[in-house]
């Protein structure tokens, strides 16, 4: 598989990574639930987030 975009593929694992180690340090944390968010809820949310982003832009560089 080529690299289109170098930059966009970096960033992009950054991003994944970034988001991974977010949300496994909110692991340690009380999650709760929508309703009665713990501590650990943003960061998890956020990891995630930034996970999905990274994920979509790692993609986007290897095929657009």
Same mark, same amino acid.
């Given at each position: 598989?080529?690299?289109? *975009?170098q930059k966009d593929f &970096? *960033? %992009?694992l950054m991003f994944m990574g $970034? %988001? $991974?180690? &977010?949300?496994?340090?909110a *692991? %340690?944390?009380?999650?709760g639930n929508g309703a009665r968010m713990g501590p650990g809820y943003f960061p +998890? $949310? +956020? @990891?995630i987030l930034l996970a999905v +982003? @990274? *994920? $979509?832009?790692?993609f986007k560089s290897l095929v657009v």
């Open positions: 598989m080529k690299i289109q *975009s &970096f *960033s %992009g $970034v %988001g $991974v180690a &977010f949300a496994w340090g *692991s %340690g944390y009380t999650i +998890l $949310v +956020l @990891g +982003l @990274g *994920s $979509v832009i790692t």
